[in-house]
């Protein structure tokens, strides 16, 4: 494996972290969405990711795949329900439907993905000085 391989794999980790913090920022942003143009309260977005496939040329050279976001799909909990009867969106029995998002655990899963980020910023910085140090061994 050579060095620009190791770079292009975290390049793909963080592309795909990128993703995940900004599907995991939405989902904060619109903790307290009660009403979406779909219709209901806003819906929790969730990322999935997958090994990355790799050009048939290079599966056979090397056995290095990177990641990928496959799919972002919206939960399908049923929505919280608040008693909130002053509210514009409250039903006639007064409760509010909204939506079903965790607040702890899209903080534990923004650290996460901003630990991975970080990690994979480390390798790619690694992988950089590698590279200038071989070059001014070759001098």
Do not use: C, W
Request: aromatic fraction near 6%; charged fraction near 25%.
């Amino acid at each position: 494996m050579d060095i620009f391989t190791s770079m292009d794999i975290s390049a793909s980790a963080l592309k795909a972290q990128r993703i995940r913090l900004n599907t995991i920022s939405s989902n904060l942003a619109n903790v307290e969405t009660t009403s979406t143009p779909e219709g209901g309260p806003y819906k929790k977005k969730s990322v999935y990711f997958q090994t990355k496939a790799m050009p048939f040329n290079e599966q056979l050279e090397e056995s290095i795949q990177g990641v990928e976001v496959t799919k972002i799909m919206e939960d399908t909990a049923d929505p919280r329900k608040i008693y909130d009867p002053s509210h514009p969106d409250a039903a006639e029995d007064g409760y509010v439907e909204m939506p079903n998002i965790s607040v702890i655990k899209e903080m534990v899963d923004m650290m996460s993905a901003t630990r991975s980020y970080e990690a994979n910023t480390t390798v790619i910085k690694s992988a950089k000085r590698m590279a200038l140090k071989a070059l001014e061994i070759g001098r």
